[in-house]
């Protein structure tokens, strides 16, 4: 395995969208294979489905891959919206985490929102059930900002298995 230096970042195209749908249900729904980041207790069913991911190809919004040699092993979504960048579907391999991956490709996607975008903050949501999720983030620099959301039983990212799963808003001012 290389060091997280070695590691090879770009910008997705519509032919990584296979590697994308696999590691991000993986990392966030495998029941099988848990990193500290899976769902799978709290939600059933895939997180996310290629036709989800192809609509995410619009004007300012890019999806950074990071690869290990010829291995997806990290995502993340970047999405402009007024002054502020929206930041989701944060991912890494579950057996890659645990590296400091996470943080070094939360690390780039601000970078790349605030070069490429000029954004003067960022944005993104969290399951109410994810403590460690939400202290991770907090570790990070991000608020919670108090608004929260009934989680999103229609937009085909899955079906809660627990009682009164909110979706939790974070932000991050750039200094």
């Not at 990193?35 to 991911?53: D, H, K, M, P």
């Not at 002054?83 to 991912?91: K, W």
């Not at 943080?103 to 399951?127: H, I, P, R, Y």
């Amino acid at each position: 395995m290389n060091k997280n230096n070695d590691l090879n970042l770009i910008e997705a195209e519509l032919r990584h969208i296979p590697k994308i749908v696999e590691l991000v249900n993986l990392s966030y729904r495998s029941k099988e294979l848990r990193g500290w980041t899976s769902e799978a207790e709290v939600v059933s069913g895939n997180r996310i489905y290629a036709e989800q991911l192809q609509d995410l190809f619009v004007a300012d919004s890019k999806i950074l891959l990071m690869f290990d040699a010829a291995e997806l092993v990290a995502c993340v979504h970047v999405q402009k919206q007024q002054d502020h960048a929206y930041i989701g579907m944060l991912t890494t391999h579950p057996q890659r985490q645990n590296q400091g991956l996470g943080k070094q490709v939360l690390q780039l996607a601000e970078d790349f929102a605030q070069a490429n975008f000029a954004v003067t903050g960022f944005e993104m949501s969290v399951l109410s059930c994810r403590t460690e999720l939400i202290e991770f983030y907090l570790r990070r620099g991000y608020v919670l900002t108090g608004e929260t959301e009934d989680y999103p039983i229609d937009a085909n990212v899955g079906q809660p298995l627990v009682e009164d799963i909110r979706v939790l808003h974070l932000v991050k001012l750039v200094h």
